[in-house]
């Protein structure tokens, strides 16, 4: 018996498309994924490329959020250290404008608060990693610069006024800083000319004119830095929040494209032994209808 050509095409049709498949799941097994290539799955690996992009844009402002986190944090600390210095300026005004101070002691506040404007005047020009952090825009600028020839001595503002914010993942936008003229020289709550004015008033042992209204103005630029401070806390608060959302989307942006893109080793297993025993068998079957063929033949 002659065997159909037609018929032995399709048997080693059959056995080069199961050899394929074969193939197929062994380079699944070995990777762990189901997709190695784009013909495997063509949507798989489209929204493969989206979720990796969500994944590093998630990772890109975590660490953008770290360094920022730690800005914020030493921020807050100095304006902290400000109005304890503050704090304790005003309270030594008001002994000195009580009436009951000699002219030494009078002068001795002064000094006192002359070393406390110049620790504030330091606290202002802060550094963070080489740049400084109430300069605004201008980081390689030191904010203020003091000329002690006048009387009172004057604090200039060297930087800007500029705002940074950092956009979220999720597209809120979070205030990074504020600028050195709206905490230490704001119109109405100017805490360095105020201190150089106090330390002028108290110069020659006898409180000026001026005193009295210089220390209430003290105090009130006091109230005006504790309300910047809270921004830059509510700032750190919403920047925790949003590293916290961050890392979670990622986990579960994580866990779907390992869903999506990972083999499953089982049913891989499984449907391997299959291919490799319809291998075989085809194998066996061509094996046979070729020998008839050739018996035929002769």
């Known amino acids: 018996m002659r065997v159909n050509p037609l018929y032995m095409n399709n048997l080693v049709s059959s056995l080069d498309a199961t050899s394929s498949t074969e193939q ?5 097994l070995a990777s762990g994924s189901r997709v190695n290539q784009l013909s495997d799955d063509p949507a798989a690996v489209g929204e493969n490329v989206l979720l990796s992009a969500q994944i590093g844009n998630d990772d890109t402002f975590s660490q953008t959020a770290s360094t920022t986190q730690s800005r914020l944090q030493v921020s807050d600390s100095v304006l902290g250290s400000v109005v304890s210095q503050l704090t304790e300026a005003v309270s030594l005004a008001t002994e000195a404008n009580n009436g009951t101070l000699n002219p030494g002691d009078v002068q001795s506040i002064g000094d006192q608060l002359r070393g406390i404007r110049d620790e504030v005047l330091s606290l202002a020009n802060t550094t963070y990693l080489g740049q400084y952090v109430f ?18 001595a004057t604090a200039t503002y ?39 004015a106090l330390v ?17 103005a003290l105090n009130g630029a006091l109230s005006h830095v504790s309300q910047q401070r809270v ?36 049913q891989i297993a499984t449907q391997l032994s299959t291919a490799e025993t319809q291998q075989a068998a085809l194998s066996q079957v061509i094996a046979k209808l070729g020998q008839q063929s050739l018996f035929n033949d002769l």
Request: charged share 15%; hydrophobic share 30%; glycine share 10%.
């Open 231 to 266: 921004t830059i806390d509510n700032s750190m608060t919403r920047l925790t929040a949003a590293e916290t959302y961050t890392q979670s989307e990622k986990t579960q942006l994580t866990s779907v494209q390992t869903t999506l893109m990972q083999a499953n080793v089982g």
């Open 200 to 216: 002028a008033d108290f110069s020659s042992g006898t409180p000026t004119a001026t005193a009295q209204a210089d220390a209430a």
């Open 135 to 152: 300069s605004g825009s201008h980081g390689g600028t030191a904010p203020y610069a003091l000329d002690s020839t006048t009387t009172p």
């Open 24 to 28: 197929t799941l062994t380079e699944e």
């Open 158 to 196: 060297q930087g800007d006024g500029d705002v940074n914010f950092l956009e979220t993942p999720s597209g809120q936008k979070i205030q990074l800083n504020v600028p050195g003229n709206q905490i230490f020289s704001a119109a109405g709550a100017d805490v360095l000319g105020t201190l150089n």
